[in-house]
Nanobody, 123 residues
Framework: QVQLIETGGGLVQAGGSLRLSCAASGRTFSNYHMGWFRQAPGKERDFVAAINWNGANSVYADTVKGRFTISRDNARSTVSLQMNSLKPEDTAVYYC????????????????WGQGTQVTVSS
């Protein structure tokens, strides 16, 4: 089992920044590729960004490319999402997830999920 706990959500004005973090425990963190997803009220859970086990490869949704940056620290078992130039449409619950096989955009391929952290961007 892998336990994932997200922190760093909150309320921010449009144009502002937030940094989300996800702390993992339970298994060897570097065995897992990591992803961030988000779900707005009444909508499907959408892919945001993913990073492979050693940080050499990252993938982003077109909607966040150039504004968000995913990173990981295997020594600390954490993955982060730096979110800049936030827009009201970024408002959602953000989830951290872990997968053994690198299928970054496919939510069904993730094995473990955190509880989520709320991000609200006001206009």
């Amino acid at each position: 089992q892998v336990q994932l706990i997200e922190t760093g959500g909150g309320l921010v004005q449009a144009g502002g920044s937030l940094r989300l973090s996800c702390a993992a425990s339970g298994r060897t963190f570097s065995n897992y590729h990591m992803g961030w997803f988000r779900q707005a009220p009444g909508k499907e859970r959408d892919f945001v960004a993913a990073i492979n086990w050693n940080g050499a490869n990252s993938v982003y949704a077109d909607t966040v490319k150039g504004r968000f940056t995913i990173s990981r620290d295997n020594a600390r078992s954490t993955v982060s999402l730096q979110m800049n130039s936030l827009k009201p449409e970024d408002t959602a619950v953000y989830y951290c997830a872990a997968q053994r096989y690198y299928r970054p955009t496919q939510s069904l391929m993730y094995d473990y999920w955190g509880q989520g952290t709320q991000v609200t961007v006001s206009s």
